[in-house]
């Protein structure tokens, strides 16, 4: 390694795992590169000036071979966000956080990983303190530009995150460090073999919505903020290898807004059925609590006629309309749950899993209140929550299959 | 496998060849331990040129048995920038140590960037001390002096403190080399001249205040080293000696016992060059000689029973051992 006589910092030994970022973030600063030039000469990489050097980094495997080509190594699979994920996802960029998230402790040593920036972890999982975005001091974000005016993980109010000397006199990784994430990148690998994340087409995702999809096992289990914690009522969970739904149901109706005129619908007759058996805690309570019953207790407890916890109460015909963003989720998750297992998909549900996950969702998004709604005619008035909803899902194809969608 | 292919394998074939534990090297590293035990903040090696200075610096490097307490190692060559300016000094010393430089750091920056080097040396070996040594030292001038010691304040108050070692041609003008101590103000002096150690090499007679602890020359302890010492493989091998030359070996030859052989040669080339019998023996010629003794005249031969005048005559020439002493001699003027 080249690096490791010619760069100060460039034992990587002592910072493993580490993100693209947070070994240019630990290179430069030890190394006291701060204009562009120095970046190009040193590291190989050439950056815009004060531009996002995490997204940056992350985001282009152009930079990160130049970066690894500088260093004199093969550029290490732990950049690439996508080892990350216990799932497969079409644009690995969409399950992270674009800005910089650090644990306090690791970050006065010049160490970042990738795992800090999963939504699903939200405290450093050897040192135990919240992860952050912002100054502590200040609030504001910590300097992620190269050619900026103050160094690489300061921040303006004057607050330097990164204390240079104790990072040069670091002589071990943290102990826990290495196992947790050998431990978790193996889980991860595990995982995408039978995962996959399905997100709304053409619609931006918050990352911080798929905290409420992925439970970690019991061997890599943190203390999760409360946020974490609670993010997974807001979920649903259903297994898609049961029983159809009742004959009748059409719930595959290809319009942009799916028009529900009355109550004789025979999915929302169904949805109306199993409300109060299986209804969830969290926001479907707190939308529709004064108007439709439902047994919480029932949560985890499978319905008489197969189906699970999807359903919640109905407010009673005064939503209409289906937002078309929650028909192209469909269209996608049935997509790709096709393209995932045609096996069992013409196996076990021949072709009614189709009309079977379109009524989970839509039940659920129903449930959420905020894809059935009467305000037709003009939903650029609404809440953005309302006006571009954007639920995503986990298809899990392992047995029983399952399929956890949170809506947004 | 016969013997000439096992010698082919032989380390004293390769490229990069065993070192030979000299006195000269004890030497050095006896007062190198000494300053770092008492916290001294420097050591000067002064020597002529190829007597081994800079190899012995490194085998320091690479050895511990001789540290009085764990130390970080940083080794670095300076050069004598065009412009002379701290920034083209802290931007020497950078690339000295092998580091990448940029071309627009600031002094500011190179000087950080080196305490870092340092701190990180430090924890790697686990030490509180970290020697640079400093090889062709005589290039420094007083204001690069100055520079270190800047480097040195930075240090003040920490766990981790640099120590210098100073290489040092003493023959590098010819003439005598520019001897900065005179002009050296106190703060320079007492940081960087107050000690130092002569490197000499092979010594030809004991020296007096070694008399009680030392039962050869330097040269004939040399050759005992191959004879005795060195082995291949490193457990259960044979020595150099015996390696290449087995009869010779096992009816008692050694050789250590052609010392004075050896030095009688050297006196008469002295003679036939017209300057004064060396008091020692520049070790980039002693190697090679040693060299060509046993991969060349011994060289495993089962006829080979000792060395005559003329093995010895022919041995000395291919080490260019005349071509070292002239050019050590035109230098001090003699």
Redesign the interface.
């Known amino acids: 390694m080249i690096a490791d006589i010619q760069l100060v910092g460039g034992n990587f030994n002592l910072a493993p795992y580490q993100s693209a970022f947070g070994c240019v973030a630990r290179l430069a600063r030890l190394n006291q590169v701060r204009r562009v030039t120095e970046y190009s000469q040193l590291l190989g990489i050439k950056p815009n000036k004060n531009i996002n050097l995490f997204s940056t980094l992350t985001a282009s495997q152009l930079q990160q071979k130049a970066l690894s080509t500088a260093l004199g190594i093969e550029t290490p699979s732990e950049w690439d966000p996508a080892v990350w994920y216990p799932f497969r996802v079409d644009d690995a960029r969409l399950p992270s956080y674009f800005g910089l998230r650090y644990c306090l402790a690791c970050i006065r040593l010049g160490y970042h990983t990738m795992l800090h920036q999963l939504p699903w972890i939200s405290t450093c999982p050897w040192h135990g303190v919240r992860l952050r975005m912002r100054c502590p001091r200040c609030s504001r974000y910590p300097v992620t530009a190269a050619g900026a005016p103050t160094k690489l993980l300061a921040c303006a109010c004057g607050l330097d995150l990164m204390n240079e000397s104790a990072s040069a006199l670091q002589r071990h990784a943290h102990p826990n460090a290495a196992t947790y994430l050998q431990a978790y990148l193996n889980w991860c690998a595990e995982q995408r073999r039978t995962n996959q994340l399905i997100v709304t087409p053409g619609v931006h995702v918050d990352p911080v919505r798929t905290l409420s999809l992925v439970d970690l096992p019991p061997a890599l289990a943190l203390r999760q903020a409360k946020r974490v914690r609670e993010a997974k009522r807001y979920r649903l969970a259903t297994r898609l290898d049961q029983e159809s739904p009742p004959r009748g149901i059409d719930a595959t109706r290809h319009v942009s807004h799916l028009d529900l005129h009355d109550d004789s619908n025979p999915a929302l007759n169904h949805i109306d059925q199993n409300a109060a058996k299986d209804a969830r805690l969290g926001r479907s309570g707190q939308a529709f609590g004064h108007q439709g019953g439902r047994d919480a207790g029932a949560r985890n407890r499978s319905s008489a006629d197969g189906w699970s916890s999807y359903a919640a109460a109905r407010p009673g015909g005064r939503y209409r309309v289906v937002h078309p963003n929650y028909l192209n989720f469909v269209d996608e998750l049935v997509a790709k749950w096709n393209h995932s297992s045609p096996q069992q998909m013409s196996k076990r549900c021949n072709g009614g899993l189709d009309p079977r996950v379109r009524l989970a969702v839509l039940a659920q998004g129903y449930a959420e209140g905020i894809f059935i709604s009467e305000h037709e005619v003009n939903l650029s008035t609404l809440p953005e929550r309302y006006r571009s909803p954007s639920p995503i899902a986990l298809l899990c194809t392992s047995h029983p299959s399952e399929l956890r969608i949170a809506f947004g | 496998m016969g013997a000439t292919t096992i010698l082919q394998n032989h380390p004293m074939h390769a490229r990069h060849r065993p070192n030979i534990q000299t006195l000269p090297l004890l030497r050095m590293a006896s007062d190198l331990a000494t300053c770092l035990e008492y916290g001294r903040p420097s050591l000067r090696i002064i020597g002529d040129g190829r007597c081994g200075k800079s190899t012995a610096t490194r085998i320091l490097e690479t050895t511990t048995s001789w540290r009085p307490f764990p130390i970080g190692f940083l080794r670095m060559v300076v050069g004598k920038p065009t412009t002379p300016s701290e920034g083209n000094f802290f931007r020497e010393v950078i690339l000295g140590l092998?580091?990448?430089a940029?071309?627009?750091?600031t002094p500011q920056?190179?000087l950080?960037?080196i305490i870092?080097?340092i701190?990180?040396e430090?924890?790697?070996a686990?030490a509180d001390v970290v020697v640079i040594a400093i090889d062709t030292a005589e290039q420094l001038t007083l204001k690069d002096y100055a520079h270190l010691a800047k480097l040195q304040n930075h240090f003040l108050g920490s766990s981790?403190q640099p120590f210098f070692l100073f290489i040092h041609q003493s023959n590098s003008v010819i003439g005598g080399a520019d001897d900065l101590s005179q002009l050296a103000p106190p703060h320079l002096y007492g940081r960087f001249f107050v000690d130092s150690h002569v490197f000499t090499g092979l010594l030809w007679d004991i020296p007096k205040e070694d008399a009680d602890i030392q039962d050869a020359c330097d040269v004939a302890l040399a050759l005992r080293q191959l004879d005795q010492v060195m082995k291949w493989p490193d457990e259960g091998g044979r020595t150099y000696t015996e390696a290449f030359a087995p009869y010779a070996y096992s009816t008692g030859w050694r050789l250590e016992k052609e010392t004075e052989a050896i030095r009688e040669r050297v006196e008469n080339l002295a003679n036939q060059g017209s300057y004064p019998a060396p008091k020692d023996w520049l070790m980039a010629s002693f190697n090679q000689f040693v060299y060509h003794l046993l991969t060349k005249i011994a060289a495993g031969r089962n006829e080979f029973e000792g060395l005559s005048a003329q093995n010895i005559d022919e041995a000395l020439l291919r080490s260019a051992y005349a071509g070292f002493e002239n050019s050590r001699n035109r230098a001090a003027g003699k």
């Not at chain 2, 940029?102 to 750091?105: E, G, I, L, Q």
């Open positions: 092998g580091m990448r940029t071309t627009v750091a920056d190179l950080l960037r870092r080097a701190e990180q430090s924890a790697r686990a981790v």
